[in-house]
T-cell receptor, first 113, second 114 residues
């Protein structure tokens, strides 16, 4: 049973608009959440993270929101650019896990010029 | 700048062969990880290591083993390759003490077993 879910396998957005990628989790013992971006034929790269004690973290065009009561987080990209087209993975860290995280299945974002 | 390198970008092996995938990181990171990535399944953890000669099984260790003789190097071994091990293999490392848990990934090895 997947503990980290990304229910939208793909998403298309017009350039300049907002992209919203969603992630749900089932384990209330997660204490840290991360988003990674992956281009084809490359390894994932870290994008942004949020601690479970916060509800928002912002870094330039990227903002992550955490709703602990709903066990839901979302990544907002504003404005979206064609270079943002990639697969986005949500990941969650269980407490005391040697930095081990659990990844979701990913959402493929296409930003249309 | 952290660099994680993997020995091969593409690899084609035959069923039953023993396969070695090498990963090297240059930032003295404590923790290293091996994942496989398959469509619709995301990244699944095969094994990880939190110190030299220390290893722990991840979620899908069957058919794999690992070796960490030096801090910078973490090897994944497929004892007898099978077609269901055709996948993208990704190595990653983390500092272990930063508190941010950010993983640094290598470029991946696309393994095809025929």
């Amino acid at each position: 049973d997947q503990q980290v879910k990304q229910n939208s396998p793909s998403l298309s957005v017009q350039e300049g608009r907002i992209s919203i990628l969603n992630c749900d989790y089932t384990n209330s013992m997660f204490d840290y959440f991360l988003w990674y971006k992956k281009y084809p034929a490359e390894g994932p790269t870290f994008l942004i993270s949020i601690s479970s004690i916060k509800d928002k973290n912002e870094d330039g065009r990227f903002t992550v929101f955490l709703n602990k009561s709903a066990k839901h987080l979302s990544l907002h990209i504003v404005p979206s650019q064609p270079g943002d087209s990639a697969v986005y993975f949500c990941a969650a860290r269980p407490k005391t896990s040697y930095d081990k995280v659990i990844f979701g299945p990913g959402t493929s974002l296409s930003v249309i010029p | 700048d952290v660099k994680v390198t993997q020995s091969s970008r593409y690899l084609v092996k035959r069923t039953g062969e023993k396969v070695f995938l090498e990963c090297v990181q240059d930032m003295d990171h404590e923790n290293m990880f091996w994942y496989r990535q398959d469509p619709g399944l995301g990244l699944r953890l095969i094994y990880f290591s939190y110190d030299v000669k220390m290893k722990e099984k991840g979620d899908i260790p069957e058919g794999y083993s690992v070796s960490r003789e030096k801090k910078e190097r973490f090897s994944l071994i497929l004892e007898s390759a099978s077609t269901n091990q055709t996948s993208m293999y990704l190595c990653a490392s983390t500092v272990g003490t930063s508190g941010t848990y950010e993983q640094y990934f290598g470029p991946g090895t696309r393994l095809t077993v025929t």
